[in-house]
């Protein structure tokens, strides 16, 4: 019975949060004379999301020297938050309560894991085909690729690396090993792949993703990034508070969901031309 109660609450706050931000995006998104097209669901959308996998992949052959400075200052700050990845453990570990870790499992985690994110997506989309708002359609489908794309790229980055977890690490230390942070196997191609899978935090990385994404389409509207990366930094917070990640991981992790994010809505943003055009990709563009 006790089950059944907490499986009701789940989906009730859920439809909660999913009902709130596809409103709030909604009102962001007024209806305006642009000259931008936006993808819809279509053959050309699916194919995007492997065409768009190959030019994220491939995009650092064409990084400048600004992209590869900000590429190595994220490495590096990363690099100097693990010196204190410990301290900021255990900071969590002695303030946390029942109280935070409600509001974490049901009210942030599932932010990054993809039942609230996706499933604002989900409303934000419809919205737009009801109430015929084309930014609210190609922000949700551009955010819903970059959730995609993101959790692909960090799936890659944890079997290269297998980071222990922090309550590893601490499961470890009771059997006689030392507590530390920089428990790392690198690529294993034998044993358990997803045994040990910390860095980078997935859920930081997935949640950002559809942060940055959502942003960039609605960057005329600053107070939509700023609820956007609250929502981001929060679920990142919360991955720390629960043992699943060190600090180092979810920065790593809001980094490279960031920049998927902006590749992602970047790379399906269209110019058009005033009548009759074609778009980036050859396609000829009737406008009415």
């Not at 359609?137 to 977890?165: D, P, Y």
């Amino acid at each position: 019975m006790k089950l059944k109660r907490q499986s009701k609450m789940k989906a009730y706050r859920f439809f909660v949060f999913a009902f709130l931000f596809s409103i709030i995006f909604h009102h962001a998104a007024i209806a305006q004379a642009d000259t931008l097209s936006y993808p819809q669901v279509d053959k050309a959308y699916v194919f995007s999301c492997f065409s768009d996998t190959k030019s994220l992949l491939l995009s650092p052959v064409k990084w400048q020297k600004k992209d590869w400075i900000i590429f190595s200052s994220a490495i590096a700050a990363s690099a100097l938050i693990s010196t204190q990845d410990v301290n900021v453990y255990r900071f969590f570990n002695r303030n946390k309560n029942s109280t935070t870790e409600s509001i974490s499992k049901y009210g942030l985690e599932p932010w990054g894991s993809g039942l609230y994110s996706m499933g604002s997506m989900g409303l934000l989309y419809i919205g737009g085909k009801i109430f015929q708002d084309k930014k609210a359609e190609g922000a949700s489908l551009n955010a819903t690729k970059s959730f995609l794309l993101s959790s692909l790229l960090v799936t890659i980055a944890k079997q290269l690396v297998h980071r222990h977890r922090p309550y590893q690490v601490a499961m470890d230390t009771l059997q006689g090993s030392s507590f530390s942070q920089y428990f790392m196997d690198g690529p294993q191609f034998k044993g358990s792949y997803f045994k040990y899978t910390s860095f980078p935090s997935g859920h930081t990385t997935a949640v950002f993703a559809v942060a940055s994404s959502i942003a960039y389409s609605y960057r005329d509207k600053p107070w939509v990034s700023l609820l956007a990366y609250s929502v981001a930094g929060l679920t990142g917070i919360s991955r720390i508070h629960d043992d699943k990640h060190w600090a180092s991981d979810v920065f790593m992790g809001a980094a490279l969901g960031w920049a998927v994010g902006r590749f992602v809505s970047k790379h399906n943003e269209w110019k058009i031309s005033p009548a009759v055009g074609f778009n980036q990709m050859g396609v000829r563009i009737q406008i009415e």
